[in-house]
């Protein structure tokens, strides 16, 4: 069985057995990094619980979840268990945080200025509030009266919020010609990718000669299989931190394969 060498370690079991306020107040004083792993392992479980608030909004659940544990690492080096808070309450708002960052910089298929981006939170808000009051649809006037800006600000906004989720290439219309629905695909030009497609195997293949059985496993769970990290985790037998570590690894050295490649 796959063991991560933080496992080797002849102390860990101490840790392990160690009460979370222990270890915090361990990690203050030592920085042992042993122990940060440990209360790392230990609190994922709220990294995942925030995670899953914010799926099945345009990004997926697997980058959301990165964002947290990173939010939740953030959290666990400010943490202060001399003031009394409850750890887990300290965590939350610094990994909601870091997921709405996420979501303000990286939520948009196109950048656009944040200025718009926050106009276009205050309109979808106002239009809920709105039709509450008006018992209708708010207009543009309306909007933009109580935001106190103007309508053409307003438009811009809304225009530019249509990026925030592309349209799918599966969205199907109506044809006029016969009973057959058309979806958007059917309707762009496309490139034949017979070629490419060759070729991505090729480097696909020859790369994957290189990595070792479990870079190997990893790769093909993870974007095969389309299986979380978590989930491969607990298959090997080895912490998601791990898996995460070995993952970056893998990506960097299909960087540098097609860096020698392009040359």
């Not at 222990?22 to 230990?42: A, G, P, Y």
């Not at 697997?62 to 544990?69: H, R, T």
């Not at 990173?70 to 939350?92: M, P």
């Not at 199907?172 to 070729?199: H, P, Q």
């Amino acid at each position: 069985m796959i063991k991560s060498n933080y496992y080797e370690s002849g102390d860990i079991q101490n840790i392990e057995k160690s009460d979370t306020k222990s270890l915090f107040k361990r990690l203050k004083d030592t920085n042992d990094q042993q122990i940060r792993e440990v209360l790392i392992e230990r609190h994922l479980y709220i990294a995942e619980i925030l995670s899953k608030k914010y799926a099945n909004r345009g990004i997926d659940y697997d980058d959301i979840y990165q964002v947290a544990c990173i939010g939740l690492i953030y959290a666990i080096d400010r943490y202060d268990v001399n003031k009394g808070f409850e750890f887990s309450s300290f965590a939350t708002p610094t990994i909601i945080g870091e997921i709405k960052k996420y979501f303000r910089d990286k939520g948009w298929t196109i950048r656009v200025p944040r200025r718009i981006q926050e106009l276009s939170k205050k309109i979808n808000n106002a239009k809920v509030l709105l039709s509450q009051q008006l018992q209708r649809s708010p207009t543009v006037e309306d909007i933009a009266q109580y935001l106190n800006c103007s309508e053409e600000e307003v438009l811009e906004a809304m225009e530019a919020s249509k990026v925030y989720t592309p349209q799918s290439l599966d969205v199907t219309y109506d044809s006029n010609n016969d009973d057959k629905d058309v979806n958007l695909a059917e309707l762009i030009g496309e490139e034949d990718v017979y070629f490419s497609k060759i070729e991505n195997n090729d480097f696909l293949m020859r790369t994957m000669e290189k990595l070792n059985e479990v870079e190997k496993q990893i790769l093909i769970e993870r974007y095969f299989n389309k299986k979380t990290q978590v989930a491969i985790a607990k298959g090997l037998d080895i912490s998601q931190m791990t898996v995460s570590r070995i993952e970056k690894r893998i990506l960097e050295k299909f960087r540098k394969e097609i860096e020698r490649t392009l040359l």
